[in-house]
């Protein structure tokens, strides 16, 4: 399943094969370049997360995909500014999909 909780959809919005779900939230700013964040449970249960800024030079989802992390990695505490953040609308799904 594909969750939206964003206002645009990416033009390269990925499928869902190989993922329980993904969630995502995108702005698309003027045609050319974009802003958002995604985040998805693979069918092996880790999870990707991915920066969904780009300028028109690639995609939001280029490179989608390649660093996946655990799901206690994404819920452990943040305690640093250089820890991965989630966007709080995609993380409110995020954390309802995996009832925490």
């Not at 959809?9 to 939230?25: F, H, I, K, M, R």
């Not at 939001?60 to 709080?88: S, Y």
Request: proline letters at 4%; hydrophobic letters at 35%; aromatic letters at 10%.
């Amino acid at each position: 399943m594909i969750y939206k909780v964003g206002k645009d959809e990416p033009y390269d919005l990925p499928t869902d094969e190989g993922l329980q779900w993904l969630v995502y939230s995108y702005e698309d700013y003027d045609g050319y370049s974009g802003g958002g964040q995604a985040v998805a449970l693979t069918n092996d249960g880790m999870v990707l997360v991915k920066d969904l800024g780009h300028c028109s030079c690639y995609g939001p989802f280029d490179g989608w995909g390649d660093k996946p992390i655990t799901v206690e990695e994404l819920l452990r505490a943040k305690e640093d500014v250089h820890d991965l953040q989630i966007m709080e609308d995609v993380m409110v799904k995020v954390r309802e999909l995996l009832g925490k």
